[in-house]
């Protein structure tokens, strides 16, 4: 797992390990990462499933909550199955647009 920091953006890639173990470890790790946007590279893995996806769920909602953008990359997904409940999309530089946004619109009281 790697960690990089791009001012209040932390993103975390993951190389070898399932996502099971990977959520696991973000829950263990939260504390220090929770006042920054996220962002959660799986682009290097093999293959995702939904399910895989469905295992950030819990985590997505705890820092959506909190005012902070939880995204995932990666294309190998179906992002029509995906829940709307969590953000996924297939590159980086979606995932900054989106943390863009989404810090405009809670700026804007949305």
Known sequence: MIFDQDGNITIITQEKATTIELVKKLQALYPKYKNNNIIVNLTTLGKISLDDIIEFLQLSNTHR?????????????????????????????????????????RDLGF
């Open 65 to 105: 909550a909190s005012k902070h953008s939880f995204i995932l990359v990666t294309n190998k997904v179906e992002f029509d199955e995906v829940p709307d409940e969590i953000v996924v999309v297939p590159t980086l530089q979606e995932a900054y647009d989106i943390i863009e946004m989404e810090e405009m619109e």
